[in-house]
């Protein structure tokens, strides 16, 4: 089955404690990427990756890192959270930047305390 | 990419067709319509995409106007499962960064 899955999908963690939120598609995708959903803020994009060793910040970058060593994956890093990154995040991936169909993880939900 | 403009919330009757509009009057010629939606907080959902035409597939159908101004997603026969967050995007087809940019979509309540 065609699938993104990201993990973990419910997180809480405190002040200052490094943490990966691991995503991995098995399409084949090229392009990858990450947002997150705050109420009355919508879903914004953090960081993608148009491939392997391709990585560019999105709309809200800052706290967060990525990789794309592997085609497949493509984890979010949180180096030092802080409360003001406890949203709902989404992993996402197309099989290219131009294609239509992006296909979402089922969210990994952080509260950082 | 041009802006979305969508009603916050409308209802619909089980099995009744759902009629969802989106107006897009900066849309370009070369940006495409694309609906996704969002069923209580799980990862959002593709639907449909168009350019002028008409598009139809098994879950939805895409009416665009002619002048591209404004567009209408159509459940058929919608269901208790369609409730959801329903978001229309208009975006280029390529030479662009890939993001989606999701507006505040409209909460579609399909009553039984």
């Known amino acids: 089955e065609a699938q993104v899955t990201q993990n973990p999908r419910y997180l809480i963690t405190v002040t200052g404690k490094k943490l990966t939120v691991t995503c991995s598609q098995n399409?084949?995708?090229?392009?990858m990427s990450w947002y997150r959903q705050d109420p009355g803020l919508g879903l914004r994009q953090i960081y993608y990756?148009?491939?392997?060793?391709?990585?560019d910040k999105g709309d809200v970058p800052e706290g967060y890192k990525v990789s794309r060593k592997e085609k497949r994956n493509f984890p979010l890093i949180l180096e030092s959270p802080s409360p003001n990154q406890t949203s709902l995040y989404f992993c996402?991936?197309?099989?290219?930047?131009?294609?239509?169909?992006?296909?979402f993880g089922q969210g990994t939900r952080l509260t950082v305390v | 990419d041009a802006k979305t403009t969508q009603p916050p919330s409308m209802d619909c009757a089980e099995g009744r067709a759902a009629n969802l509009p989106c107006n897009h009057s900066t849309i370009s010629g070369n940006e495409y319509v694309y609906w996704y939606r969002q069923i209580h907080s799980q990862g959002p959902q593709y639907i449909i995409h168009g350019l002028k035409n008409n598009e139809t597939n098994e879950m939805a159908s895409l009416i665009i106007t002619e002048d591209r101004k404004s567009s209408t997603l159509i459940l058929p026969h919608a269901t208790l499962r369609d409730t959801a967050v329903y978001y229309c995007?208009?975006?280029?087809?390529?030479?662009?960064?890939?993001?989606?940019?999701f507006g505040q979509g409209t909460t579609l309540q399909v009553k039984p």
């Open positions: 399409m084949n995708h090229e392009y």
């Open positions: 995007i208009v975006r280029v087809a390529s030479g662009n960064t890939g993001k989606l940019i």
């Open positions: 996402a991936s197309r099989y290219r930047v131009r294609n239509t169909e992006a296909f």
């Open positions: 990756s148009m491939n392997v060793e391709v990585t």
